[in-house]
């Protein structure tokens, strides 16, 4: 068994006083710096937008933040601009333990397509590469933690388990967005997707 600590966009856009902020996102960080002793590697997963992404409401004519369009992939949730490319926004929250990352997985850089999971684009068919890097390190148990546990958290997870790697998610160093029910739908779809929250 070689496992990994996945840490899901621990950034400080995400954060108190960033422009998606997660309600007591930065409660999670000693916690999660204390975690990553346990684990063979520890990946890092970066939300990394370019100016104009078309997850931004702004993107859209008289669309708001928070509102749901049809993109060709599936309905996509419209979010305030956040973690663009190289601002302090995007960066990693600043008493994270970056240091201790085997790699560092970027997503969200295609213009035309989010991407809520660490291993595909929004498109569902997109990879980012971390699979690959998974398998040929040997990885075959991941954790998963970070922001938001009913977005980017919720689909790494269930990415994962289809992939076929035993996948846990440690609730307590979660947060969440929980936008219109999101949260509840989450956990069910992690939990029917055999990933184990603990
Ligand atoms: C996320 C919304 C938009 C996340 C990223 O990290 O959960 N949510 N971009
Ligand atoms: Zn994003």
Redesign the pocket.
């Known amino acids: 068994m070689t496992a990994a600590l996945i840490v899901i ?1 621990v950034q400080t ?1 995400f954060c108190p006083g960033g422009t ?1 902020a997660v309600p007591d996102g930065d409660a999670i960080v000693p916690g999660i710096n204390a975690r990553m002793d346990a684990f063979d590697h520890v990946i890092l997963t970066q ?1 990394w ?1 370019p100016a104009g ?1 078309s ?1 931004f409401a702004s993107s859209h004519a008289g669309k708001s933040p928070y509102d749901v369009i049809e993109m060709p992939y599936g309905p996509q949730v419209l ?1 305030p601009d ?2 663009i490319q190289g601002t302090a926004d995007a960066a990693f929250h600043r008493n994270l333990n970056a240091d201790r990352a085997r790699a560092i997985v970027r ?2 850089m295609n213009r035309s397509v ?3 999971s660490a291993f595909f684009e929004n498109d569902h068919a997109t990879p980012t590469g971390l699979d690959g890097l998974l398998r040929t390190l040997g990885v075959t148990d991941l954790t998963l933690v970070g922001l938001a546990l009913d ?2 958290v919720n689909f790494s997870a269930v990415d994962a388990a289809k992939l076929g790697y035993v996948v846990t998610v440690e609730q307590a160093l979660t947060r969440a967005i929980d936008l219109g029910g999101s949260l509840d739908a989450a956990r069910t779809g992690m939990v029917a997707a055999g990933v184990t929250l603990v």
Do not use: M, R, V
Request: with cysteine.
């Open positions: 966009d856009g998606l939300d937008h992404h997850s979010w956040h973690c997503k969200g989010d991407s809520y977005f980017c």
